[in-house]
């Protein structure tokens, strides 16, 4: 297989269990060695570098969080830091910077132990360890698949904000589709070590490629199509008069949240606004349904050739 991700983006690789995205994902950071073809990161070869300097460059996050139990949530988010020859100043400026981010406020969490933590705040000190040294490029292997609806969520909202402060290039495994969908900028299908299609997601539900990445993504179902398209392509021109009884939507969220919001508040449109709370016009559940009928792209979904096993 062969594929480029772009700095910045936010990849999902996508696919049942057992074909290949864990795989991938450690023959990035050399926890397997490839036997053939090339990984390069920024340009460089990966086999270039020694596997513990170049895993140094990379933030690595997997499901069961690898924390050092005997280690306080500090010393733990300070481990690479110190590998790499941070002096304790910029080390400790850094922890609290990143407990922060993470919403574990450092000085109440900083000396706790793992076992004093909440799985789901240990995901959270998991992810700060992995910035902590200022990786440009974010492994993330299952990360929240152990936890709950609820906690996985708030995670997922909170990855997505970091993500767009810090910019790392995130290459991300999961095989649930919500979250792919929830999260990618970028979704690549695999099955079986290849790849069957790599496209951004709202293309993907509109144009699998094949059977199996129809039945994958659950193409048939709108409002995950809906959850994809935001409030601004459906919106329609004028201003409603006061009486109308829901709340506003904004134009930059997306049409599932405002079908909900319009469903169940029994009116016969809403209020859009912009970010400044003026509103710039109304929405329908006839725009909605033909928002999710629309095209999004006139050109044939992006299915890689069947060519030998490289990798780049």
Same mark, same amino acid.
């Given at each position: 297989?062969?594929?480029?991700?772009?700095?910045?983006?936010?990849?999902?690789?996508?696919?049942?269990?057992?074909?290949?995205?864990?795989?991938?994902?450690?023959?990035?950071?050399?926890?397997?060695?490839?036997?053939?073809?090339?990984?390069?990161?920024?340009?460089?070869?990966?086999?270039?570098?020694?596997?513990?300097?170049?895993?140094?460059?990379?933030?690595?996050?997997?499901?069961?969080?690898?924390?050092?139990?005997?280690? *306080? +949530?500090? &010393?733990?988010?300070?481990? !690479?830091?110190?590998?790499?020859?941070?002096?304790? =100043? %910029?080390?400790? @400026? *850094? +922890?609290? &910077?990143?407990?922060?981010? !993470?919403?574990?406020?450092?000085?109440?969490?900083? =000396? %706790?132990?793992? @076992?004093?933590?909440?799985?789901?705040?240990?995901?959270?000190?998991?992810?700060?360890?992995?910035?902590?040294?200022?990786?440009?490029?974010?492994?993330?292997?299952?990360?929240?698949?152990?936890?709950?609806?609820?906690?996985?969520?708030?995670?997922?909202?909170?990855?997505?904000?970091?993500?767009?402060?810090?910019?790392?290039?995130?290459?991300?495994?999961?095989?649930?589709?919500?979250?792919?969908?929830?999260?990618?900028?970028?979704?690549?299908?695999?099955?079986?070590?290849?790849?069957?299609?790599?496209?951004?997601?709202?293309?993907?539900?509109?144009?699998?490629?094949?059977?199996?990445?129809?039945?994958?993504?659950?193409?048939?179902?709108?409002?995950?199509?809906?959850?994809?398209?935001?409030?601004?392509?459906?919106?329609?021109?004028?201003?409603?008069?006061?009486?109308?009884?829901?709340?506003?939507?904004?134009?930059?969220?997306?049409?599932?949240?405002?079908?909900?919001?319009?469903?169940?508040?029994?009116?016969?449109?809403?209020?859009?606004?912009?970010?400044?709370?003026?509103?710039?016009?109304?929405?329908?559940?006839?725009?909605?349904?033909?928002?999710?009928?629309?095209?999004?792209?006139?050109?044939?979904?992006?299915?890689?050739?069947?060519?030998?096993?490289?990798?780049?």
């Amino acid at each position: 297989m062969t594929f480029t991700v772009a700095a910045s983006q936010f990849v999902v690789l996508l696919g049942p269990s057992g074909c290949g995205k864990t795989t991938l994902l450690k023959l990035v950071n050399r926890l397997y060695e490839p036997t053939s073809g090339t990984i390069a990161i920024n340009g460089i070869d990966t086999r270039s570098l020694p596997a513990p300097a170049l895993r140094r460059r990379i933030g690595y996050v997997i499901q069961q969080t690898g924390l050092f139990p005997h280690m *306080r +949530v500090g &010393e733990n988010v300070a481990v !690479v830091p110190r590998l790499v020859g941070w002096d304790k =100043r %910029r080390t400790a @400026a *850094r +922890v609290d &910077e990143l407990l922060e981010l !993470v919403g574990l406020p450092a000085e109440e969490y900083r =000396r %706790r132990y793992p @076992a004093q933590l909440s799985g789901g705040q240990q995901q959270r000190v998991g992810l700060a360890r992995a910035l902590a040294a200022e990786p440009s490029t974010l492994l993330m292997d299952e990360p929240f698949g152990a936890l709950d609806a609820i906690t996985r969520g708030r995670l997922q909202d909170e990855l997505r904000h970091i993500h767009g402060l810090l910019g790392q290039t995130v290459i991300f495994v999961t095989h649930d589709v919500e979250e792919a969908v929830r999260l990618a900028d970028r979704i690549v299908v695999m099955r079986d070590g290849r790849i069957v299609q790599d496209d951004t997601p709202l293309r993907i539900l509109s144009h699998p490629a094949d059977d199996f990445v129809r039945d994958l993504v659950g193409a048939s179902d709108v409002l995950r199509r809906l959850s994809l398209i935001p409030v601004h392509q459906a919106i329609r021109s004028g201003i409603p008069d006061a009486a109308d009884r829901c709340p506003p939507v904004t134009a930059s969220q997306n049409l599932r949240t405002a079908l909900n919001l319009l469903l169940d508040c029994g009116a016969p449109r809403l209020v859009v606004v912009d970010a400044d709370a003026r509103p710039i016009g109304t929405l329908d559940l006839e725009a909605i349904q033909q928002a999710a009928t629309v095209d999004v792209a006139s050109d044939s979904p992006i299915v890689p050739p069947d060519i030998a096993p490289t990798r780049r």
